[in-house]
C-alpha cells in the first residue's frame, strides 16, 4: 500500500542560496593548493576535477528536487486531480522540466570545458577555462530561479495537506455550508476542528480516526458546496468534488432540515441530485441534522416529500451492494450534534455499511478463490441415529454465573469514571485481607522494591543463624589481658610496652 507523506520533502533553495551551497562545498572538497613545480598535467587534473566535482553536486542536488516530488501521472488519481486544482498541473510539470533541463544543461557545459581543459597549455588557462565553466553553471541556475520558488511556495503548500490514505476505509462527510459536518467529526474523533456559526468556516480537507470493531477509520471533512455550475465552483467546492470522485469511502450527506444553515431543504436537496453520479458504488446515509431545533416529522408535507425521493436515492445504492429493496434501515437517520442523539449510530451505520461493502468486493475477486482452494471442510458420516447435542458441564456454567464480568460491574456501581476496577482482587496471598494493603514505596530514605525478596523469611533465618555460629564462636575466643593473671615481671614489660606506645 502506498503511503504518501509529503511533509518529508527537502527544502528548495533559492538561486542565490543553491549556488552559494554547491561552489562553498567544491571549494571545501577540491582547495587550490599549487606548487612551482607542478607539471602542467597535474594542473589540467586538478581543474577538471573540480568542474566533474560541482556538476555532480548540481545533478544531485537537481535529482533530489526532481524525485521527490511527485509525478502527477503516477500517484492516485485523487491527489493528482487536487494538486491540479490547487497548483495548476501544467505550471507544475514546467517547473519540474526546467529542473531537469538544467540538470543536463550542467552536465552538457561539464564534458564540454573537460575536453577544453585536457589542451590547457597553462596554469592561467586551465584557471580561465574552471573559472568560466563554473560562471556557465551558475548562469543556468540563475535562469531557473523563478521555478525553484515556486516548487518551494508548493512544497510548503504540500506539507500541510492531510495525511489521506486512498485505500483505507474512509467515511466521507458531505453536504451544504453550516449544516454540522465538523462538529460531527468532533463527536466521533479527536479531531478539533474549528465550528463557527457561519458557512465556509471550513476551507479545506481535514482528517480524523475513529475505532468500530477493532478496527481503524479515517473520517474526512469536506468544504460545504453550493448549487452551481461545476464551472462556477471555487478551489474550495473542488476540494469536495475530488474526494467525492475519487476515494472509495462511504458517504455522509448531511441535511439540516431547520434551515438554520441559510438553504432550505430544497436547495440542499438540489445539491443532493447535483452531485448524486458521484455517489455510484458506494454506501450512501443521509442524515437529518439539528433535530433539536426542528424535528423530522414536523417539516412541512413538500419537504418530506424531497426527503423521501432523497431516501429513495440512497436505497439504490443499497440495492446496489446486494441489499434487499424493502429494508431500509440504516439509510436515514436523523441526528443532533448539539445533544449527541443519535450521534453513534450514523457512525456505526457507516461503519458496518462501509465494512459490508469491503467484504463483499473481496468475497468477488480472485484472491478469494485461491484462499478457498486451500480449505477443506469435512463432514464426519453419522454412525448411528442417536443425536448428540452440544452439552456445557453444570459446574462451569455455575462458575460463570459467580464470577462477574468487569463490564457489568461497572455498570452497575455508577459507568466509567464512577466505578474503577481493583487490580489486586485476583492476588494470591495467604491472607485475603493483605490484598487492599498500602506498600509503602520509600522507607527511611530508601527505595522498599529493591529490597523485596520472595525468600526473605528464609534468608532472614539463614543470616540469623550465621550470626548465633559467630556469637558462640566469639564467646570461647574472648578474653582480656587485665594484667591480675600476669607475673611480676611480665607486669613490667607490658607496662613498659603501655608506656612506649603513649609516646607515639
Known sequence: MVQYNFKKMTVVPNGKDFIDIILSRTQRQTPTVFHKDYAISRLRTFYMRKVKYTQLNFHEKLSTIIDEFPSLDDIHPFYGNLLHV?????????????????????????KDYVKLLKYGDSLYRCKCLKVAALGCMCTVINRIGPSLAYLEQIRQHMARLPSIDPNTRTILVCGCPN?????????????????????????SLFVGHTDYKCSRYQVIDTPGILD????????????????LAHLRAAILFFLDISGSCGYSIAQQAALFHCIKSLFVN????????????????????????????MKAEAMKTVIGQGGEASNDEGVLFTMSTLTEEGVI???????????????????????????L???YVAMPNPCDNKERPQCIPQAVLEAKAKQAAEKDLENEN???????????????????????????????GHNVYDFVDP??????????????????????????????????????????FQFSLSLF
Open 414 to 444: 455508577g459507568g466509567a469514571g464512577v466505578y474503577s476496577a481493583s487490580l489486586k482482587k485476583n492476588y494470591i496471598l495467604a491472607n485475603d485481607e493483605w490484598k487492599e494493603d498500602l506498600m509503602p514505596e520509600i522507607l527511611d
Open 282 to 309: 458506494k454506501p450512501l446515509i443521509i442524515v437529518c441534522n439539528k433535530t433539536d431545533l426542528q424535528p423530522l416529522e414536523g417539516i412541512s408535507e413538500e419537504d418530506k416529500k424531497l426527503v423521501t425521493e
Open 228 to 243: 452551481r455550475p461545476f464551472e462556477d465552483r471555487n478551489i474550495i467546492e473542488m476540494c469536495s468534488i475530488i474526494a
Open 86 to 110: 490547487l497548483y495548476n498541473k501544467d505550471h507544475y510539470k514546467l517547473a519540474l522540466g526546467q529542473i531537469s533541463t538544467a540538470r543536463n544543461l550542467i552536465g552538457k557545459i561539464s
Open 455 to 496: 525468600d526473605i523469611l528464609r534468608r532472614l533465618e539463614e543470616l540469623e543463624r550465621e550470626e548465633g555460629f559467630r556469637q558462640e564462636k566469639a564467646g570461647d575466643d574472648d578474653f582480656e589481658m587485665d594484667g591480675l593473671e600476669l607475673t611480676p615481671e611480665e607486669q613490667k614489660t607490658l607496662h613498659h
Open 179 to 203: 449544516v454540522g459536518k465538523s462538529s460531527f467529526i468532533n463527536k466521533i474523533t479527536r479531531a478539533d476542528m474549528d465550528v463557527q456559526p457561519y458557512a465556509f468556516t471550513t476551507k
Open 345 to 371: 449510530a450514523v457512525k456505526n451505520a457507516a461503519c458496518e455499511r462501509l465494512l459490508n461493502q469491503r467484504v463483499e468486493l473481496k468475497m468477488k475477486s480472485k484472491k478469494i478463490n485461491d484462499c
Open 373 to 375: 482452494n486451500r480449505f
